[in-house]
């Protein structure tokens, strides 16, 4: 069963305070790594889709890695309108799993000013 | 914008009662998902259609089912509803059945309180 382990659960930060998100995944075969934003009370917003260890994708303060085990999501000198939920999910190639994605718990940052 | 659109917005009804979510993917899209989230399960994937038909299913009750119409727009049916069924439903839409790059697109949600 492919599972997905987010952590830190809370991350404070000061504003131009640069951290990471860790995100840890085991999955039968990675056909994808997905990484989401959530406002609360909104519907997760896509940021980055990464697939081959190695890979790295940019938006504006936020870069997103890849290795065979885990992800991790940079957030370099954050600002307070990135605070927000941040969410990891997996797409598998195993079985008949077509498109579902399997979300961790999240990491819910708040950025202060 | 996703391009996702999701009605209602809210939803309050009683034990028993039974409620459609109606999802309108973004335009081209022919896969929709939806999804459950509640505090203590986080995102659970429930089922997905694609170009009409069932072709991936996750923890779904019995008591939900759902169906995707030919014009594409998906509806999700809860009956017997319970307290333990409040939660936040998402759909999302993608282009294609499945695929590295094929990002999933959320709607804004339906709330449903069930009391």
């Known amino acids: 069963e492919d599972q997905v382990t987010q952590s830190p659960e809370a991350l404070r930060l000061q504003e131009g305070e640069s951290s990471s998100l860790n995100c840890s995944y085991t999955?039968?075969?990675?056909?994808?790594l997905f990484w989401y934003r959530q406002d609360p009370g909104k519907g997760p917003e896509f940021l980055f889709t990464l697939y081959s260890a190695g890979e790295e994708k940019e938006k504006e303060r936020l870069k997103a890695t890849l290795t065979k085990k885990e992800s991790f999501l940079h957030i370099t000198a954050p600002k307070p309108e990135d605070s927000a939920t941040y969410l990891c999910a997996v797409v598998s190639t195993g079985g008949t799993s077509y498109g579902k994605l399997t979300f961790g718990q999240g990491t819910i940052l708040t950025v202060h000013p | 914008d996703s391009g996702v659109t999701q009605t209602p917005k809210h939803l309050i009804t009683a034990t028993g009662q039974r409620v459609t979510l109606r999802c309108s993917p973004r335009s081209g899209d022919l896969s929709v998902y939806w999804y459950q989230q509640s505090l203590d399960q986080g995102l659970q994937f429930l089922i997905q259609y694609y170009n009409g038909e069932e072709r991936a299913k996750g923890n779904i009750l019995e008591r939900f089912s759902a169906q995707q119409f030919p014009d594409l727009h998906s509806e999700l049916n809860l009956s017997s509803l319970e307290l333990g069924d409040s939660a936040l439903y998402f759909c999302a839409s993608s282009a294609l059945l499945a695929g590295a790059y094929n990002e999933q697109f959320f709607g804004p949600g339906t709330r449903l309180t069930v009391l």
């Open positions: 999955v039968s075969g990675l056909r994808g």
